[in-house]
Nanobody, 120 residues
Framework: QVQLVESGGGLVQPGGSLTLSCVASGSVFAIKSANWYRQAPGKERELVATIDVRSNIKYADFVKDRFTISRDSHKSTVYLHMNGLKPEDTALYLC??????????????WGQGTRVTVSA
């Protein structure tokens, strides 16, 4: 069993910064790849950033040059560093990861999300 737990969301003023964390626990050997998604009220879920097994990174155009995805393999944690936040970044941010388990199987997991609100 693998669990993902996000944290770091909150209320921030426009132009501010937040760092989200996604911690994998349970039968985790390594995080192979991970994605951050977001879902705003009344809107569809959208992909924000991806880091793959070779640490290749991709960003959605709407967050390029503002957000940075990274991971700490020793801590089984993926981060999303967000700068220059805008009101339109307000959403529930969810972590999705492909995990190599201690049984050397690949397991895909989702977290419950952490809410980010950007408002003056």
């Amino acid at each position: 069993q693998v669990q993902l737990v996000e944290s770091g969301g909150g209320l921030v003023q426009p132009g501010g910064s937040l760092t989200l964390s996604c911690v994998a626990s349970g039968s985790v050997f390594a995080i192979k790849s991970a994605n951050w998604y977001r879902q705003a009220p009344g809107k569809e879920r959208e992909l924000v950033a991806t880091i793959d097994v070779r640490s290749n990174i991709k960003y959605a155009d709407f967050v390029k040059d503002r957000f940075t995805i990274s991971r700490d393999s020793h801590k089984s944690t993926v981060y999303l560093h967000m700068n220059g936040l805008k009101p339109e970044d307000t959403a529930l941010y969810l972590c999705n990861a492909q995990i190599l388990t201690t049984q050397f199987q690949t397991s895909e997991s989702w977290g419950q999300g952490t809410r980010v609100t950007v408002s003056a």
